[in-house]
């Protein structure tokens, strides 16, 4: 199966009357009941009692409906794990904790989520590990109305990058990945004295207005801006607020209809969400890249403009290690590596060395950046902590760089990584590595996610 995860498919069929068929289109989960009734609306009291759901209150609470929606996410998670990996609990519980991931990217959008009063929120970060985050990107996205007129101020920060995507249509409530629109460097922009900036996005710029424009795509339904760090903790985030300039009126009391609306979005969102790649690695297994890597081209997938990414599969025992080997290009803006689990997961960035980019790790006197990723510490600075997983994905990425090299890779046992590394690797004791481990824990925490 491709990488995409547009699905057309009936997913599951409940036994006995068959009363309920869950249909996956395009990420999009749709229930179907005989005679054409949708879910939610009144069914009879035989058919409530037989398949265990009651009618729901006509009251305007609509917590049932949310809760039966979210329902067969489960069986969908189920069937969407590898058969290879469907008979681990660990596994599966893991599994759950990417539909909560889903479920809590779309409560952000369902509580504060409004195109007329647009409000940047968390898209991707540690706590909404979906679409596999890179450990240095902060991701925050808003909702916004075609044609409309906005502001950005804020204050840029000192991060490496911070750049907004122009996106549409929104893969998040279509299923389905579409390039960027184009995208809006912050570096572009006219700092004051307090590196504060401020910036109008919309079709044309507004009469009389001198400051930074950028126009605006006539698809755009949303914005996502990424903030990229490397130096974690040091480096002064960013601080910035979206308003309209062509919506004067204050938000008020939103409407019953509004409210069921952006309630109702959650299952399908959340679908999208969790559902996306947990198969991505066990494709690329299937495709041979099993401790090998190839190109992964993200470009019609909402990736940035200028980016190049390289990935593939791995499995080590606990006795054994990969190693790396890259020439680093002689420019470029930024560049990392990071794991994954076997479903895609970024692994936990904030509590295991299980990524690397720029900044934290060390080029060889050679120049090139040698990783060794193994379950047990190697003693070297350049160690990718496989934190627990024996099995996952490697993912590196340059941005802006005048090579996009693809490294090499090769399995060797843990006791002989010191033979194929050069004599000046820098080492590091249990004690030193315990230091970095707490100072990046402390690091990782400083960065804003809201």
Request: hydrophobic share 35%; glycine share 8%; proline share 5%.
């Amino acid at each position: 199966m491709s990488s995409d995860f547009i699905v057309r498919r009936s997913l599951f069929k409940l036994t006995g009357r068959s009363l309920f068929k869950l249909t996956a289109w395009a990420g999009i989960l749709v229930i179907n009941l005989p005679g054409d009734r949708l879910f939610g609306e009144k069914i009879s009291k035989n058919d409530a009692e037989e398949t265990g759901i009651l009618e729901m209150a006509d009251d305007g609470l609509q917590w049932e409906k949310l809760i039966d929606g979210l329902r067969p996410l489960g069986d969908a998670m189920r069937k969407r794990v590898p058969e290879r990996l469907q008979s681990d609990p660990q596994i599966m519980a893991e599994s759950m904790r990417l539909l909560l991931s889903g479920v809590t990217r779309a409560t952000n959008d369902a509580l504060v989520g409004d195109r007329r009063h647009p409000m940047f929120v968390p898209e991707l970060n540690i706590s909404q590990n979906i679409f596999q985050p890179n450990a240095d990107t902060i991701y925050r996205a808003c909702l916004i109305e075609k044609g409309g007129t906005y502001i950005i101020r804020g204050d840029r920060g000192t991060v490496r990058m911070v750049i907004l995507a122009q996106m549409g249509p929104d893969t998040l409530r279509t299923g389905k990945h579409h390039p960027l629109l184009g995208q809006i460097d912050f570096d572009t922009l006219t700092l004051d004295e307090n590196d504060h900036f401020e910036v109008v996005i919309s079709p044309e710029r507004p009469e009389g207005y001198d400051g930074d424009w950028r126009q605006l795509d006539p698809l755009c339904e949303k914005f996502m801006v990424r903030v990229v760090s490397c130096d974690w903790g040091v480096e002064r985030e960013p601080r910035f607020g979206i308003a309209r300039l062509d919506v004067e009126e204050a938000k008020g009391r939103p409407s019953k209809e509004a409210l069921n609306h952006a309630f109702g979005e959650i299952p399908g969102i959340t679908g999208v969400c969790a559902l996306a790649f947990p198969t991505h690695v066990e494709e690329l297994r299937a495709e041979g890249h099993l401790n090998t890597l190839k190109i992964f081209d993200v470009s019609q997938m909402s990736g940035l403009s200028g980016q190049f990414y390289y990935e593939g599969a791995y499995e080590l025992d606990d006795d054994e290690a990969l190693i790396t080997e890259v020439k680093v290009p002689k420019s470029y803006r930024y560049w990392s590596i990071i794991l994954t689990n076997d479903i895609y997961e970024t692994t936990d960035w904030y509590n295991n060395q299980a990524s690397l980019n720029d900044k934290q790790g060390i080029v060889d006197t050679d120049g090139v950046f040698r990783t060794v990723i193994s379950a047990r510490d190697p003693g070297v600075h350049n160690w990718l902590d496989t934190s627990g997983y024996a099995s996952g994905a490697i993912q590196g990425r340059w941005f802006e760089a005048s090579e996009k090299p693809m490294p090499t890779i090769k399995k060797v046992k843990l006791a002989d990584v010191s033979q194929h590394l050069p004599s000046d690797t820098k080492r590091v004791s249990p004690q030193e590595r315990a230091i970095a481990l707490r100072n990046r824990r402390l690091a990782a925490q400083m960065r804003i996610i809201w």
